[in-house]
């Protein structure tokens, strides 16, 4: 059993992406090629906002938005520690401070009752995340930006596709960040990344900054990066996109179906009213996670922790002067999180085998203790 399965889905998809590639192989503009074009327009238009630009990963895309706010020394942006060490990475990159704000228990996400009493004369954006493949209350965070005048930036790297009130993630914010590394909602077969944005001068700005900081050829007004997608990876995702709304109906269904069958026996997703989950990540609490994990292991079930450790217990952000119990949300999830197999072709057959191992190994302390018999 795979945790994710890209082998099942390129051979699915085999034909179209087979015949995407070999027309860039033809044509040989392989950077900025019109894929590029084509693949932004079409993102766009999924999305549902004027602009959509692509970059080389998820992580350049997050930086050329800070970069384009124009964010750097002295200046605080706010985010969660419990996420990828990208959303904290990016702040640090530009010269900025991240500033953390603990999670809902619940949902993992950002607890926008926490953001005002972290914002300071310095803060210059907000920078949520929508772990695991659902979206934070962006009406509850938009408020509170608003009122304070500053930026959001949705984090979207895992919730691509999902929705909030029936407006889709990346779409709802001052810009909208998402990243195409293969095993994402949408992935491609590489590095690769996207920005959303309605606002016009942003969005020439990000363009500019994702290549060279340059307007036009030879005139660089920024300080920009190579931040550029391949050519070959917008191919590979135009050919994948006419299927990623059933791939995110199956990733529902499949997470829907994992959690009625579940709920008895551990913490399943909350997944919140207003939205649609894409699991990313169908990710548990148990007790016990590690040997759990192990056991799962032995009885041929994969499965990944995401994440051990929160941004503040990590080296590079020791000079933050956080410590342990500044972020208790965080820091329990980070020590009982467990993340299941998780893709659209996953058999009927291997979720059972993932849901009786789990109640299996959730059962044998419970005996142990006396707690059944
Ligand atoms: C929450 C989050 N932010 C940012 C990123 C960065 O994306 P990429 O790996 O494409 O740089 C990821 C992906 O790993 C992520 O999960």
Redesign the pocket.
């Known amino acids: 059993m795979e945790f994710i399965d890209l082998k099942e889905q390129y051979r699915r998809y085999k034909t179209e992406t087979d015949d995407r590639i070999q027309r860039v192989l033809a044509h040989g503009h392989y950077i900025m090629g019109p894929e590029v074009a084509e693949l932004e327009q079409a993102l766009a238009g999924y999305v549902g906002v004027k602009h959509a630009i692509t970059a080389a ?4 895309s ?1 930086e050329i938005a800070l970069r384009t706010l124009n964010i750097g020394p002295g200046d605080e942006v706010i985010t969660v520690p419990f ?2 060490i ?2 904290a990475e990016v702040i640090g990159l530009v010269g900025a401070r991240p500033v953390f704000v603990d999670i809902e228990a619940a949902t993992y996400n950002i607890n926008a009752d926490l953001i005002e009493s972290a914002i300071t004369s310095r803060t210059k954006a907000l920078l949520p ?1 929508s ?1 695991f493949g659902q979206m934070p209350d962006y009406d509850h965070i938009n408020a509170i930006a608003a009122k304070h005048g500053i930026p959001v930036i949705e ?1 979207g ?2 919730s691509f596709g999902a929705t909030q009130r029936g407006r889709r993630s990346c779409g709802v914010t001052t810009i909208g960040s998402t ?3 293969p095993a ?1 909602p949408l992935g491609c077969y590489g ?3 996207a920005l959303f944005t309605n606002d016009d001068g942003l969005a020439e700005k990000m363009r500019a900054i994702r290549t060279h900081g340059g307007v036009k050829r030879h005139h660089h007004p920024f300080l920009g990066m190579n931040g550029r997608f391949d050519t070959l990876q917008a191919a590979v995702l135009l050919a994948k996109l006419p299927h990623f709304d059933r791939e995110v109906n199956e990733r529902i269904r499949i997470g829907a179906r994992y959690s009625s069958l579940l709920k008895e026996s551990c913490t399943v997703p909350v997944v919140s009213p207003a939205n649609t989950h894409v699991y990313a990540q169908y990710t548990i609490r148990v007790p016990d996670r590690d040997k759990i994990a192990e056991q799962l292991k032995a009885a041929g079930i994969p499965t990944a922790v995401y994440y051990p450790k929160c941004l503040h217990e990590q080296p590079v952000f020791a000079g933050l002067g956080c410590k342990w119990g500044d972020f208790p949300e965080s820091e329990k999830a980070s020590r009982e999180v467990l993340s299941i197999p998780m893709h659209p072709f996953l058999s009927e057959a291997d979720q059972d085998k993932v849901i009786e191992a789990l109640k299996r190994e959730l059962v044998k302390p419970m005996r142990a203790e006396g707690v059944l018999v």
């Open positions: 990963s998820g992580t350049d997050l996420t990828w990208s959303s995340v772990l984090d790297a895992q990243s195409f590394f994402k590095d690769g990344g």
